[in-house]
């Protein structure tokens, strides 16, 4: 008995423990490069995190269990639920939130151990600037996360909110003031005040840096901060020696700035121009305004003459956006696909990287309406079959159809890579009102001889479409 | 003990980088939650930082709220990608609905 215990708190036998967690976690991404190996993949990564936590709890001098239990509980009590009833058109909030928690921990354990040692007192070096920087990213990432949440949830108003011309002085000098506390704190200093002025600055960062930011680059924004949680999470693994925080805390780190840069690049903005923020903000104004009147009018459609022309189509292509996400419409589109596959019309979707509010939003929403993966087409697939497509309809996507982008060197969004729809033999745009989209640009699109509008919530004018349908 | 830990944190880093490139763009949803769920792994974090004796009533507490975020992230992170990832594996095109794995 004593020596299967003392086996079993064996440093170099929970070494090993953690070693084949951050192995299953690896294993278990590269499952994640095909649709049909993503279950499993997920699956094997969960069972290395359990393994990692088993480890943990069998480290010599792990104690406190009490406390230990009641943190579990509580977690898992707020977790399962919140897992099991989120809508899928909620993922964003539901990330961002996740992103927030994940920094939260790692400020509170950096301020805990700041705490415990004195001010790191007798540690190496090294564990304090780790455990600062630790401090600042989570403390970014948690208050950054929250703001985007609430911008996510319409809890907190959507457009940006921005101090005009003093944003960008007092964003670099609440960041300067953090960093400069940090460098106070690693030099030696033990005062607990400076490690709280130090997460505050770095709270009222996170703040600033992500209210300024519109809905539209919320996809940058989630994985920009996705990217700074798992970063905090490896620096404190360098902290506290522990391989497996280190390894997953990177994996995310890596995770999240390759898709901050997917999501910039398909938005042709860099990122620092989008964490300065304002776009369809003051900055922006005078480039929309400079497009000026568009010549033409706008043609209003009725939901019979939509599905007149749907039903002689011999190609369709959908392109969702986010106005189908908020009418929860994707089942609906779904439906009229089914109804135009049985008439032999083909169907498929144009998903351009940065439709929704996070990378991938509408393949899932469309994967739960159980439309084949296979019929999602990405940008550079689609964009050369719009000349062949009969109808191009547009249900609730905005910017990322505005010709303006290639032709109009004074827009804003002038240069974004966006799905041609109006080469399209005729478009159909689903839209609420001609109000301009969340960057407050105006859409060529609507003013084209070949675009009609129907005007409408989403799902209500999908629904009508498919009821006409049935009638012809 | 640093020259290790910068390592291992540089390989993960480039390891990282290399299998996420090749996940592709319908699953970023599914990568973002799951990478929730791995960072959760600041769990860990909490979980030795409390067994350290001489924790004061202030540290017990936030500490218990480390460790309930840690766990929100890994339980929630996994079960929502699960369920997410359930949905893509339906193959409608087999079976009309419920297709079978396989």
Sequence with gaps: MILATSFFHNQNFLRVLYIVAFALFIYGLMGLTGPRTAVRGNRIAAVGMAIAVIATLLQPGEGNWGLIVLGVAIGTAVGIPAARRVRMTAMPQMVALFNGVGGGAVFLIAWAEFRNTGGYQGTALYVAVFSVFAAIVGSISFWGSNIAFGKLQELLPGRPITLGALQQPVNFLLGAIAIGLGVVIVAGSHSELVFVLMLLSAALLGNAVVLP??????????????????????????????????????????????????????????????????????????????????????????????????????????????????????????????????????????????????????????????????????????????????????????????????????????????????????????????????????????FKPNTSMLFGDAKSAVADITAELADI | MLVTNLTILVLAGFIGFAVISKIPNTLHTPLMSGTNAIHGIVLLGALLVVGFAGNSAFNKVILVIAIAFGTINIVGGFLVTDRMLEMFKRKPTSTPKDGEPK
């Design chain 1, 213 to 446: 930011i519109g809905g539209a680059d919320m996809p940058v924004v989630i994985s920009l901060l996705n990217a700074a949680t798992g970063l905090s999470a490896a620096a404190t693994g360098v902290a506290l020696n522990n391989p497996a925080l280190i390894v997953a805390g990177m994996i995310v780190g890596a995770s999240g700035s390759i898709l901050t840069n997917l999501m910039a690049v398909a938005m042709n903005r860099s990122i620092p121009a989008i964490i300065a923020g304002g776009f369809g903000g003051g900055g922006t104004v005078a480039g929309a305004s400079g497009a000026g009147a568009f010549e033409g009018t706008v043609r209003s459609t009725s939901a019979a003459d939509v599905a007149m022309q749907l039903a002689y189509a011999r190609q369709v292509v959908v392109v969702p956006g986010y106005g189908m996400a908020v009418a929860q419409a994707q089942h609906v589109v779904r439906e009229l696909a089914k109804a135009l596959e049985s008439r032999g019309v083909e169907v498929k979707y144009a998903i351009h990287p940065v439709a929704g509010r996070m990378p991938g939003h509408m393949n899932v929403l469309l994967a739960e309406a159980d439309v084949p993966y296979e019929q999602l087409k990405e940008m550079d697939e689609i964009n050369p079959e719009f000349a062949r497509t009969d109808v191009a309809l547009v249900i609730g996507a905005n910017d990322v159809t505005n010709p303006a982008a290639h032709t109009n060197p004074s827009s804003p969004i002038y240069g974004m890579p966006i799905l041609d729809v109006e080469n399209s033999h005729s478009v159909v745009v689903i839209k609420r009102s001609m109000n301009p989209g969340f960057a407050g640009i105006e859409n060529e699109l609507y």
